[in-house]
């Protein structure tokens, strides 16, 4: 099965270069329009390259994510995987895990939340592989004795991952509160259906690293293994959030000082304690004898 999750990392890392490359740099010459959304709204379209029928202020996320994934996540999951398929210890298949988390995150992300395009077939595929790539990770993890040489069950880590799941209701509940109150759309549905980002963070993520923190506290090895994914994680969306900020400010897009400390700033800080704990994770932690 180790055999297996490396073909499917070397799939995540061939199909995202396609995905990330043609929605970074792939243009139709095309230009922005305003078109009425289903609720009366008026949206402006991209109206270029892949993401021409996106509106220009999702195609400035998305194509700040495109950046993150190509300069940051590909190389890093290259990396990860000639580490693992060289050393195949518990700290390589945490590191190899949390990059394929990003890709299961992202591949989800563009596969749902993306106006159709003609690059479904790689988001399906990008994502399907990611998906059974998660699973047979973790049932090859599962055959490693976990150490740990230091506490890491602090009080410290438990507030940290406690705020983290919190923060991501902080952001984008008060959104969806805001507009079942006065009985409208969310304010950024534009020409979507749903915000493919609150559930997942809402949904999945947040649950997640309760999750975490739940079988961190019983000293149970899943919870060391989702902490070193969830702090992967939290690194790479802190850095996401940094690059999708800079995209929206060359678009011209603008955020109310209240819109940038809940949505960048919070995940920015998140960040930066997530790399100090994780640091200390893999420092720590045994290199895994496969049981």
Known sequence: ?????????????????????FGLFYTTNGESFDFVNQYGNIVKIYGDGIYKNDSFFAASIFKGTDCTILILAIPLMIIALIMDIKNNTLRTKIFLMTLITLFAYYSTSISIGVKYNVLHLIYITLFSC????????FILIKNYDIKITVKMDTIGIKIFLVFCGLSLFIA????????????????????????????????????????????????????????????????FVGIMVIIQS??????????????????????????????????????????????
């Open 1 to 21: 099965m180790n055999k297996i999750l490396h073909i499917l990392s070397v799939f995540i890392i061939v199909f995202a270069i396609v995905s990330s490359s």
């Open 130 to 137: 990611s998906f059974y790539a998660l699973i047979i990770g």
């Open 172 to 235: 984008w509940l008060p959104d969806i509160i805001t507009s079942l109150v006065n009985n409208k759309s969310l304010e950024l549905i534009e020409i979507y259906t749903t915000q493919i980002t609150y559930v997942l963070d809402m949904g999945i993520v947040s649950p997640l690293i309760f999750i975490c923190l739940f079988n961190l506290s019983r000293k149970k090895n899943i919870g060391y293994i989702l902490l070193g994914i969830v702090l992967g994680m939290l690194i």
């Open 246 to 291: 800079i995209f929206q400010t060359m678009a011209g897009i603008k955020f109310p000082i209240e819109v940038t400390l809940t949505k960048v700033v919070i995940f920015v800080l998140l960040g930066v304690v997530a790399i100090f704990y994780e640091i200390k994770l893999f420092k720590n932690i045994s290199s895994g004898n496969v049981i």
